[in-house]
């Protein structure tokens, strides 16, 4: 079992930028793949972004890619989501997820074995 604790949400301007912290704690954190996901009031938890294990290989949904990036820092067991020109359609409570196993991209909520508590965030148009 793997703990995840994130940090970094807040209130942005759209166009603004924000950082999400995810700190794991628990297992082996280098062995599994991680990602975010974000759920909006009303809506289903979708998925945002996803890293390999090791880090060499990146997944984003499309909504979000060439404005978010995902990476990780093996050696301080944390990922982190740079989200860049924010809109108000990405206002949403984002979690950090782990991989269930060493085998799957967490790219789906069916592959996630772990959450956070979710952090909020708040794009004002």
């Known amino acids: 079992q793997v703990q995840l604790v994130e940090s970094g949400g807040g209130l942005v301007q759209a166009g603004g930028s924000l950082r999400l912290s995810c700190a794991a704690s628990g297992r082996a954190f280098s062995r599994y793949s991680m990602g975010w996901f974000r759920q909006a009031p009303g809506k289903e938890r979708e998925f945002v972004a996803a890293i390999s294990a090791s880090g060499g290989s990146t997944y984003y949904a499309d909504s979000v890619k060439g404005r978010f990036t995902i990476s990780r820092d093996n050696a301080k067991n944390t990922v982190y989501l740079q989200m860049n020109s924010l809109k108000p359609e990405d206002t949403a409570v984002y979690y950090c997820?782990?991989?269930?196993?060493?085998?799957?991209?967490?790219?789906?909520?069916?592959?996630?074995?772990?959450w956070g508590q979710g952090t909020q965030v708040t794009v004002s148009s």
């Open positions: 997820a782990a991989g269930r196993n060493t085998m799957m991209v967490v790219t789906t909520t069916q592959r996630v074995g772990s």
